[in-house]
């Protein structure tokens, strides 16, 4: 077990070991090869936080806290589902805090669900970006958003449904995205897109 992690609740694994969240999130960040220097050294901070506190990825946590987002595809991946959010005042990806879940993707793919009301979600394990922001969020004073992002995508079929999270839901263009998107969701976009143009010409190949 690495230096820093607690045993806690969580669901055991196939070895009977016990995983949580902030298990999971050391585990995913310790593995992950990121995509560039920058992204490196924000996996190496994040990394180090998680490690140094054992509420890291508790919303209690006042000097920053991981977070789990998830960037939703269309079924053809050529538009994403962004939802409005009424404290921020833009539309950004579905997500939000962790709470009882079983691991951080777990985490991701609650939010995601809750969020756009779509069943059927497929999201991929694998870690796509992290971003580190400021934020005064439901914990009421300024903090640190620590995001674990990820990307899903929704079936043909899919029906969304605005939260009680969010002003307004709606799917865009990834090559159009709303105006004012910031550089974080432009790159995890392109992020996403790329991985999913490289999916489909390797199942086209086979």
Known sequence: MPIGVGRATGTPDEAGIT????????????????????????RHAVLAFVHSRTDACRRECVPGHVTASTLVLDDGGTHVLLTLHPRLGRWVQLGGHCEDDDDIVAAALREAIEESGVAGLRIAPELV?????????SLGVPTRH??????????????????????????WPADALPPGTDHALAYLVARATRRAVGTARLRASR
């Not at 585990?27 to 920058?38: E, N, S």
């Not at 970006?129 to 969020?137: E, G, I, M």
């Open 19 to 42: 995983v949580n969240v902030r298990d999971s999130a050391i585990a995913i960040l310790t593995d992950w090869q990121a995509p560039d220097p920058a992204q490196d050294s924000l």
């Open 129 to 137: 970006a992290v971003h580190v922001h400021p934020v005064t969020c």
């Open 146 to 171: 620590l995001d674990l992002q990820f990307v899903a995508h929704a079936p043909a079929s899919a029906q969304i449904a605005v939260s009680d999270e969010s002003e307004d839901l709606r799917w």
